[in-house]
């Protein structure tokens, strides 16, 4: 089973502040994803990337940036974040091919106060 | 850009009763269709994928497609208390699980 692992699970940050939310996984999948989970939403695609370094714009990239700086680890990062951006963020990470899946992290609860 | 809209948004099946859960998306490109599922407080997991027109089964789940309608579905036979979940269709323009665009999910349980 793919290993997806994510830090911290739980992050309460301030309006204007920076926050790294980070994402390992150990199956040497050349892609990553970042999403975020709103009810009401379902999932949307934030940023994601096809090997390290390399990151490209999903359906909702504005206020988030991506790092990819090796095969196993993906950062979203918030500059200046805001209380709108309150949500939960699940990585991702998968192959290419017929009957390739997506294997998702834990999830992070993030609260901008 | 790519819609993928999920129906009902929420439903109570009696335990060992049928389920159909419906999604439809709008890009008739789109060549990659998944069901996932999600348990309350945890990670999505994926349940099922299709590619071409038609049925696949696995076990009690059954996935159907019919790309002209625009339309896919998940069928589950005989119903659990543990199928009781959040369901999440999945949509890709490319031949695998890549830049998924996911419906707002259907909130299933399944009553004892």
């Known amino acids: 089973e793919a290993a997806v692992t994510q830090s911290p699970r739980n992050k309460v940050a301030v309006t204007g502040g920076k926050v790294t939310l980070s994402c390992n996984q150990t199956n040497n999948h050349n892609n990553m994803y970042w999403y975020r989970q709103d009810t009401g939403h379902g999932l949307r695609l934030i940023h994601y990337?096809?090997?390290?370094?390399?990151?490209e714009k999903g359906d909702i990239p504005d206020g988030y940036k991506a790092s990819r700086p090796s095969q196993e680890n993906f950062s979203l990062i918030l500059e200046l974040a805001t209380p709108s951006q309150t949500s939960v963020y699940f990585c991702?990470?998968?192959?290419?091919?017929?009957?390739?899946?997506?294997?998702f992290g834990p999830g992070t609860r993030l609260t901008v106060l | 850009q790519q819609k993928v809209q999920q129906s009902p948004e929420s439903l109570i099946v009696p335990e060992g009763a049928m389920t159909s859960l419906n999604c439809t998306f709008s890009d008739s490109a789109s060549q990659y269709f998944a069901w996932y599922r999600q348990h309350s407080g945890k990670a999505p997991k994926a349940l099922m994928s299709i590619f071409s027109n038609g049925e696949k089964e696995e076990g009690r789940f059954t996935i159907h497609l019919n790309k002209a309608s625009l339309h896919f579905s998940l069928h589950i036979r005989d119903s659990q208390p543990s199928d009781s979940a959040l369901y999440l269709c999945a949509v890709s323009p490319t031949e695998g699980a890549d830049r998924l665009t996911f419906g707002k999910g259907t909130q299933l349980i399944i009553q004892p």
């Open positions: 990337s096809y090997g390290a370094g390399s990151t």
């Open positions: 991702a990470s998968g192959d290419r091919g017929n009957y390739a899946e997506q294997f």
